[in-house]
Nanobody, 114 residues
């Protein structure tokens, strides 16, 4: 069955960096667009970034442009989210998702606090 396993979250100070990973299995990763979403306490889930199957088309939410970078390694069935210049408002649970499906990972907590 489809599995999406996120890792790399944690506690970081404002201005710091984290790299999230999402290991995928159970489907043909290389032909699927993938996305990262996040959900802050008391808020809805929102799109952070999306990457096409071959990595050629990338979309970012305005609130992360210039700070976050999405990438993928189709040989490792993994999608990444490099997060730099983190702000307290980036605190959320981060999820990866296979596009055009209802397949979500379990999420990884990112907390930005001094």
């Amino acid at each position: 069955q489809v599995q999406l396993v996120e890792s790399g979250g944690g506690l970081v100070q404002p201005g710091g960096s984290l790299r999230l990973s999402c290991a995928a299995s159970g489907f043909t990763f290389s032909i699927n667009a993938m996305s990262w979403y996040r959900q802050a306490p008391g808020k809805g889930r929102e799109l952070v970034a999306r990457i096409a199957s071959n990595g050629g088309t990338i979309k970012y939410a305005d609130f992360v442009k210039g700070r976050f970078t999405i990438s993928r390694d189709n040989g490792k069935n993994t999608v990444y989210l490099q997060m730099n210049s983190l702000k307290p408002e980036d605190t959320a649970v981060y999820y990866c998702k296979r596009d055009s499906s209802l397949d979500w990972g379990q999420g990884t907590q990112v907390t930005v606090s001094s």
